[in-house]
Every structure is written in structure tokens, then in C-alpha cells.
């Protein structure tokens, strides 16, 4: 079983649909996650960052984290074909072992 | 703010020589910063992590001695592929750990292409 699982997808949507990505863990010491973003060969972008369980919201983004259940997702409302993109989710326990989920490629059709 | 700059973001290079590729925290100092190796469609593998003043420590099955990688300051990391071969083509990820939660921040990726 892999630390990180996630759905690489691929996900189509179309413009304005709400989308939600998420993964599963197996290390219950994870205690620092994130979501980035990444481009077509383009390094990946910080996106959301939150720190053990609950949710963090930041404009058409939400991201939360359920510790008891090892899940984590990713919410993106009213969806623009700019954040067609590979979304990664990634997860640590101190911010020195990050370990990436495999990303979902997420379109979103005009 | 926690802006990381990558250089080159392609190079194209013969069997044999070798490269660098330097990664830069632009407006923060890094203590640690780390060199990821990424396949097409594949998620992104972490090679090492370099600790300013001290050696690296890599991953289990990278060479050292292949990836060279020299972190001279708080603001700097470079990784050397040395004796490039075609199997050493892809794409080099580093970033940089800002702030006191080491948050990771990413360059925009050297593409390396062996002939």
C-alpha cells in the first residue's frame, strides 16, 4: 500500500462546476498537508496548507483534513478552465519527509 | 513572498558531460532545500535534501556521486548531474523550506534531455 493515494484522474468538468480532489494516507503521523498546483512543465505551486485536522478556506478554494479517517480534499467552486492543471496533494510529518500523492489531472471545459 | 528560482529550466546536453542546476530562494532564507527527480504523468520522487553547511543526505538508490549537490548558502543549493546518460533525462524539481514550518516552496523545474 502506497503512503499517499490519490486519483490521477483524469477529471473534466465543465466551467462553474464545483470539483473535489482528495487522497488517502496510511501514516497517521502525518500532520502537515498541502495542495499544489502544477502546469505542464512547470514546478508545482503551494495552493493550500493546513496543519493537522480541520478546513482552511482561501477564496474558491477549501481545503480539509480529516485525521480519524486518514482523508484529505481539496474543493474548488465555480471552476475556470484556468485551474485546468494536475493537482497535487502532498503530506508530512515535519515538513522534511514530504510525501506526493501521484496528482489528478483535473480539465475544465469552457 | 517565497519566491524559488530554478536555472536553466531546459538544457540539452551530449552523453557524458555534466550539469548544474541552481535553485535560489529569492526573498527568504532556506536552511533546507530539497532536489525532486518527476517522470511524465508521474508524481514527483524525492532525490535528497540539502542542509546549508553540511552534507546531503539522498534517498534510498540515488547516487551521490552521480547528483552532486552543494548547498554554499542560506539562499543556494545546486545539483550537478555528472557524467550525463540518456536514462538521466527528466524533469528536476528543487525547493525550498520557508518559515518555521519548513513550508516547501518550488522552482519551475530544469528539463534535462541526454542525446
Known amino acids: 500500500q502506497k503512503e499517499v493515494e490519490q486519483d490521477p484522474g483524469p477529471l473534466s468538468v465543465p466551467e462553474g462546476a464545483i470539483v473535489s480532489l482528495n487522497c488517502t494516507y496510511s501514516?497517521?503521523?502525518?500532520?502537515?498537508f498541502m495542495w499544489y498546483r502544477q502546469y505542464s512543465r512547470k514546478g508545482p505551486e503551494l495552493l493550500m496548507y493546513t496543519y493537522s485536522s480541520g478546513n482552511k478556506e482561501d477564496g474558491r478554494f477549501t481545503a480539509q483534513v480529516d485525521k480519524s479517517s486518514k482523508y484529505i480534499s481539496l474543493f474548488i467552486r465555480d471552476s475556470q478552465p484556468s485551474d485546468s492543471a494536475t493537482y497535487l496533494c502532498a503530506m508530512s510529518v515535519n515538513n522534511n519527509d514530504m510525501r506526493f500523492g501521484a496528482g489528478t489531472r483535473l480539465t475544465v471545459k469552457p | 513572498g517565497a519566491v524559488v528560482s530554478q536555472h536553466p529550466s531546459r538544457v540539452i546536453c551530449k552523453s557524458g558531460t555534466s550539469v548544474k542546476i541552481e535553485c535560489r530562494s529569492l526573498?527568504?532564507?532556506?536552511?533546507?532545500m530539497f532536489w525532486y527527480r518527476q517522470f511524465p504523468k508521474q508524481s514527483l520522487m524525492l532525490m535528497a535534501t540539502s542542509n546549508e553547511g553540511s552534507k546531503a543526505t539522498y534517498e534510498q538508490g540515488v547516487e551521490k556521486d552521480k547528483f552532486l549537490i552543494n548547498h554554499a548558502s542560506l539562499t543556494l543549493s545546486t545539483l550537478t548531474v555528472t557524467s550525463a546518460h540518456p536514462e538521466d533525462s527528466s524533469f528536476y524539481i528543487c525547493?525550498?523550506?520557508?518559515?518555521?514550518?519548513?513550508?516547501?516552496?518550488f522552482g519551475a523545474g530544469t528539463r534535462l534531455s541526454v542525446l
Open positions: 525547493s525550498a523550506g520557508a518559515g518555521p514550518r519548513n513550508i516547501q516552496y
Open positions: 501514516n497517521s503521523a502525518f500532520q502537515y
Open positions: 526573498d527568504f532564507q532556506a536552511t533546507t
